[in-house]
């Protein structure tokens, strides 16, 4: 797979560098500033581009507002946002954006090598991916309605689901079959009012309708 970064910070960059070429992926360009990035990719078109979310020069921001304009402008780039910590507002705002051919991910989990592997391939097929700490931060035991009414059981599907995994991964994952899977999706999105349409992705949908109520959650460490 063909990836530019942007990551500033020197280690974190080598480090990034080293780990998708021991994965077999070649890194084409690596960018510190965010103005750096939209050149880069106009120039080799890779198929995903990896962006630390705060770049130079304000450290705030950056990387989700280049996610955004990279999905936008060159459709056929997946967008892979990193970060050090659980940004609700972030992770919402990127998907709400695009909900397809994306990801973000916290910086720890990088640690894990296939998980990485496995988001990158999986945005750029189309899909998306969104960090299992953060799910698990927006998914709290005492969520409010509609979420009070799913099963653990529904819980655990809907985190995968927003993991991005597949109803075979899902079984794989739980150790269930697959026909179970269904079922439970199923009621996830009936609970959830998420309506089957022919114009929309209701995988897709049930991740947006949970990240987009997280400020309705209650704190996972006060369930």
Known sequence: MRVIIAEDSLLAREGLISLLTRLGHEVLAAAVRA???????????????????????????????????????????????????????????LLDTTATGVGYLLKDNLANARMLNDV????????????????????????????????????????LMAEGLSDQGIADRLMI?????????????????????????????VVLSYLANRNRAVPLQDS
Do not use: C, W
Request: aromatic share 4%; net charge positive; no cysteine.
């Open 35 to 93: 103005e750096q990035v939209l050149a880069l990719v106009a120039r080799h078109m890779p198929d995903v581009a990896i962006l630390d979310i705060r770049l130079p020069p304000t450290f705030s921001d950056e990387g989700l507002r280049l996610g955004t304009a990279i999905r936008s402008r060159y459709p056929r780039v997946a967008v892979l946002v990193l970060s050090h910590y659980i940004e609700h507002t972030y992770a919402t705002a």
């Open 177 to 205: 079959a697959l026909t179970t899977v269904g079922t439970h999706t199923g009621n996830v999105f009936r609970k959830l009012g998420i309506a089957e349409k022919a114009s929309s992705n209701r995988r897709v949908n």
């Open 120 to 159: 990158l391939h999986r945005i750029a097929g189309g899909g998306s991916a969104v960090d299992p700490d953060v799910v698990s931060a927006l998914l709290p035991a005492g969520v409010h309605e509609p979420f009070a009414h799913l099963t653990q059981r529904e819980r655990d599907v809907l985190t």
